[in-house]
């Protein structure tokens, strides 16, 4: 079992969908990342949580710690919203430890 | 400044031949990240720097790995003896020392023919 299970692993919508991709990881935590990846690799940073709820335009995120768990929620989605979608988790070092990533596909 | 810079953005390489990659982090930035990343899965950690010493090597780093960042700037991943199975993208990022935030570059997609 990966320490970082995100679901669901591809998720096709209708342009104006409400969308809730999801993140849980089974290790200690000091900081969880969402993070985005366009055709042509470049990963983007969208929130970063401890605790909590963040909001940024169309994009929320919310963390449950002591559940182990996270959700990135797209209101009234754009076909540009179209991407991957990566949560990531820090632990106790440095590094990052990755899921395998959300495709998102938005129709319109 | 502009961001974390790779480069190339795109290598393709015979088998068997060496590779060389540039990341070139936020100026600010004390750590640097080295992740490798094949199709379809999340990136994997492969080593990382605090200034110039390497701190931390994943076991996916073999032999033929080798990263450097002589003087606390700019750092360079090696492959020697490229395989079929070191295709993949090369993410790089970097973070400042006591806060969480990363950046990452926009990666150098390794092609081994």
């Known amino acids: 079992k990966n320490e970082v299970e995100q679901s669901p692993q591809n998720l096709t919508a209708q342009e104006g969908e409400f969308i809730t991709i999801n993140c849980s990881y089974s290790v200690g935590i000091s900081a969880l990342h969402w993070l985005q990846q366009h055709p042509g690799g470049g990963i983007v940073s969208l929130f970063m949580l401890s605790s909590g709820k963040k909001k940024h335009g169309r994009l929320i995120a919310t963390i449950n710690i002591q559940e182990k768990h996270s959700s990135l929620h797209i209101t009234a989605s754009h076909p540009r919203d179209s991407a991957v979608y990566i949560c990531a988790v820090r632990g106790s070092g440095s590094r990052l430890t990755f899921g395998e990533g959300t495709q998102l596909t938005v129709n319109p | 400044d502009t961001g974390v810079s790779q480069d190339p953005r795109h290598k393709i390489t015979k088998r068997g031949q060496n590779v060389t990659f540039r990341c070139d982090p936020i100026?600010?930035?004390?750590?640097l990240y080295w992740y490798r990343q094949t199709l379809g899965q999340g990136p994997e950690f492969l080593t990382y720097?605090?200034?110039?010493?390497?701190?931390?090597k994943s076991r996916l780093l073999s032999d033929r790995f080798s990263a450097e960042r002589p003087k606390g700037s700019f750092s360079t991943l090696e492959i020697q003896r490229t395989e079929q199975g070191d295709s993949a993208m090369y993410l790089c990022?970097?973070?400042?020392?006591?806060?969480?935030?990363?950046?990452f570059g926009s990666g150098t997609r390794l092609t081994v023919v």
């Open positions: 720097f605090q200034n110039e010493a390497q701190l931390e």
């Open positions: 100026s600010e930035h004390n750590r």
């Open positions: 990022a970097s973070s400042l020392e006591g806060t969480d935030g990363y950046t």
